[in-house]
């Protein structure tokens, strides 16, 4: 099992761009009408479903595709769009480099409220002013890209950023959630994603985050599970299940192997710690995704 994930540089029409605007239309006549199968990628990528109707999965969570929904996937995430006959929607896909190029800053993406590497990814519902607003945006987006006039690809960067600062005012907050609490521990939430993100694979324990961040490990669970609602210790082992999740799909390392790639220095606990996790051994999980 080959491990599917596709070129960092995108290809239209053959050629390597580091940024592509099209539409669903397009994409649906490309695949012949036949779904896409799950992959991933190293780019940034942001699906608006304008008529659009099916399903839309995002590290193995499955989401319903309605009209003006937005979808935000990061790289690495796994996904697979299953649409219903003549989709319409436009596709916008860019480079961490063509952001670069573009002189928006590397933080710029992490600090919007919009793509995230491993939580869970819904997408945002537009209101009609807030679709109206956005697709002036899309379509000098789309008139720019295509035109292939001068510096075409940094007037398409500075209508890109326009872009996701509108749709980063129109996210709302987390379920459950209000401004005040997540403010309180808004740099702390945020360093420790981060940090999670670098260190899941060798850190396991909630002390460990906790001493890098100079809080002590009771104080962590608290903020996080204060702005998300789950505990410091299930978002660091979400992350680990979810990797080995990606890694069972991509790869064709044994569960040896991907439990020592992950820290585990005893497979046997690596294999408990994911059915206890997923509620399936690693065969029954990689079985069923096959399937």
Known sequence: MQDKIYSLDLLYNDVPMPFVIKTMEEIDEQLGGIADNPHRHNYYTVIWSFTATGKHIIDFREYPILPDYVFFVSPGQVHQIITDP??????????????????????FIANLKLFRKSDETPPMLLTPPMALSLRTFADRMFAAFHSRKDMYLETTGAYLKLFLIECNGYCPLDPGSNTQRIEVGKTLVKNFREIVEKQFMKWHQVKDYADFLNVTPNYLNEVIKSAMDISAKEFIQNRIVLEA????????NNGKMIGFDLGFEDPSHFSKFFRTNTGQSLQEFRDSIIK
């Open 245 to 252: 999740k990606r890694m069972l799909v991509f790869t064709e």
């Open 86 to 107: 003549r989709p319409t929607g436009c596709v916008i896909l860019f480079t961490p480099e063509f952001l670069d190029k573009n002189s928006i800053r590397p933080d």
